[in-house]
T-cell receptor
Framework: SQQGEEDPQALSIQEGENATMNCSYK?????LQWYRQNSGRGLVHLIL?????REKHSGRLRVTLDTSKKSSSLLITASRAADTASYFC????????????FGPGTRLSVLP | DTEVTQTPKHLVMGMTNKKSLKCEQH?????MYWYKQKAKKPPELMFV???????INESVPSRFSPECPNSSLLNLHLHALQPEDSALYLC????????????FGPGTRLTVT
């Protein structure tokens, strides 16, 4: 069963704008992670937020987690053309019998 | 060294062939993973090895056979594949199985003819 689901599926913005992607999931989790994938390549880990955390920052990235709503958001500020990629949330719920599951992803295009 | 390497980068095989995918990491990680990814879809977990023992098999058909010869190496043996098995196969590792960030290799693009 799919755990995380992203919204929107595709997002197109201008360079310098902010990009927000949302992720929803269905069961309790241990943590939630965000990954980036450039076309046809391996995934790169961006940030991990634990179930007892509400917000985390890393450079231009800001992740929030709302466990009551079972949702997370990834904000990329001051986007660049190099941010063009697919972004996936991934949840693990090992303590709840759920293995590592990726959401469907958001395809972000940052136009110069 | 935070790199996970995968060979080959591309593989074309017939349905009667036997081939293997290889994955290697030297980060001292004790968990390694195989994922399958179809175009425009998220990666799907296939197998997890923890301390060189198979920990998770996500009901993968027996034509895919994983092997973990040592803590740095992970193989995926392929036999009698179907065209629908064509996909990007990704290997990943993490320090332990569980709630840890995963490091991914660049993947092997597999085409079954």
């Amino acid at each position: 069963s799919q755990q995380g689901e992203e919204d929107p599926q595709a997002l197109s913005i201008q360079e310098g704008e902010n990009a927000t992607m949302n992720c929803s999931y269905k069961t309790s989790i241990n943590n939630l992670q965000w990954y980036r994938q450039n076309s046809g390549r391996g995934l790169v880990h961006l940030i991990l937020i634990r179930s007892n955390e509400r917000e985390k920052h890393s450079g231009r990235l800001r992740v929030t987690l709302d466990t009551s709503k079972k949702s997370s958001s990834l904000l990329i500020t001051a986007s660049r053309a190099a941010d063009t990629a697919s972004y996936f949330c991934a949840t693990d719920a090992y303590n709840y019998g759920q293995n590592f599951v990726f959401g469907p992803g958001t395809r972000l295009s940052v136009l110069p | 060294d935070t790199e996970v390497t995968q060979t080959p980068k591309h593989l074309v095989m017939g349905m009667t062939n036997k081939k293997s995918l290889k994955c290697e990491q030297h980060m001292g990680h004790r968990a390694m993973y195989w994922y399958k990814q179809k175009a425009k879809k998220p990666p799907e977990l296939m197998f997890v090895y923890s301390y060189e023992k198979l920990s998770i098999n996500e009901s993968v058909p027996s034509r895919f056979s994983p092997e973990c010869p040592n803590s740095s190496l992970l193989n995926l043996h392929l036999h009698a594949l179907q065209p629908e098995d064509s996909a990007l196969y990704l290997c990943a590792s993490s320090s332990r199985e569980g709630s840890y960030e995963q490091y991914f290799g660049p993947g092997t693009r597999l085409t079954v003819t």
